[in-house]
């Protein structure tokens, strides 16, 4: 991975920040000139309209796919990001939204699929079960989900606890940063609560937490810190919450009050 240190302007204490990134596919300009930032500690929430190109912005910071402009800058140094393994050795893990479970595995087996720690060759190198149960439990309890079994096949769960898994998944490698694409939008509005109650959780174990989410309403303004709306595959506004209502963060999305994007 190539590394150069020259941390981007108005980066402030963030971890990760993306500075002029464009992306098209073919005709399509999903990303033109979009900057991010994401600090330590806080929840950013990325919202914007269907097709305004939230994750073709987080599949640029998970590795999977690559800008055709734009720096990217961890911990302020300038890095190329080639593949997902280079994002993940960065200590930046993601959730996306299909969750990539397997429904026929349990928790523990979920938890280190592709990962798991194996035996000397001599031995088979049969995967060490008991070290996985001990690290999945203790995993579990860091994100207080201990009533989780850690035994049953995750297709027999709720939609929130799978939720729950793949998050804790993401944290089992201990990253710095988490980007989550639509983690609520197929739960009930309780199991959507507790799942904002853990993405509070991994940034007030210090974590950099990027969520993307359409429910502005409930989630966004409850769970985030900051919003960054993008719109057209364009930057259209940044507002700390509290300082905004829904409504203003809905407008810059669809573009329908230019005065309050004008106001940024
Ligand atoms: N692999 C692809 N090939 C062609 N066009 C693509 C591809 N991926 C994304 N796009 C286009 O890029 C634009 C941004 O898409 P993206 O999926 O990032 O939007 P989004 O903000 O995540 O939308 P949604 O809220 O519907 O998930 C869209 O116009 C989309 O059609
Ligand atoms: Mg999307």
Redesign the pocket.
């Known amino acids: 991975m190539q590394t150069n240190k020259t941390g981007p302007a108005g980066a402030r204490d963030s971890i990760l920040s993306l500075r002029g990134i464009s992306k098209s596919?073919?005709g399509?300009k999903?990303l033109e000139n979009v900057s991010l930032d994401i600090a330590p500690g806080e929840v950013v929430a990325l919202v914007?309209?269907?097709?305004?190109?939230?994750?073709?912005?987080v599949k640029i910071m998970s590795g999977a796919i690559r800008p055709d402009e734009g720096d990217y800058f961890f911990e302020g140094e300038k890095v190329a990001i080639r593949s997902p393994s280079d994002a993940t050795e960065l200590g930046i893990q993601t959730v996306y939204q299909d969750l990539a479970l397997c429904n026929n595995l349990d928790a523990v087996q979920n938890l280190f699929l592709g990962r798991e720690p194996v035996g000397p060759m001599l031995l088979g190198q049969r995967i060490r079960r008991a070290e996985c149960d001990v690290r999945a439990r203790e995993v579990l309890r860091r994100l207080r989900l201990d009533h989780i079994s850690i035994t049953r096949p995750v297709g027999a769960m709720s939609g929130g606890q799978r939720q729950n898994i793949a998050i804790a998944r993401s944290i089992l490698w201990n990253p710095k940063i988490v980007l989550l694409d639509?983690p609520t939008a197929a739960l009930s509005h309780s199991a959507a609560e507790k799942v904002g109650e853990l993405i509070r959780g991994l940034a007030d174990q210090g974590l950099g937490v990027l969520v993307?989410s359409?429910d502005i309403h409930n989630f966004v303004v409850t769970v985030t810190d900051r919003i960054e709306v993008?719109r057209l595959?364009r930057n259209a506004g940044s507002y700390r919450v509290g300082e905004v209502s829904g409504e203003q963060i809905v407008n810059a999305m669809v573009g329908g009050n230019e005065a309050v994007n004008a106001a940024r």
């Open positions: 596919y073919g399509v999903a914007g309209d269907n097709g305004a190109g939230k994750s073709t912005l639509e993307i359409h993008l595959g």
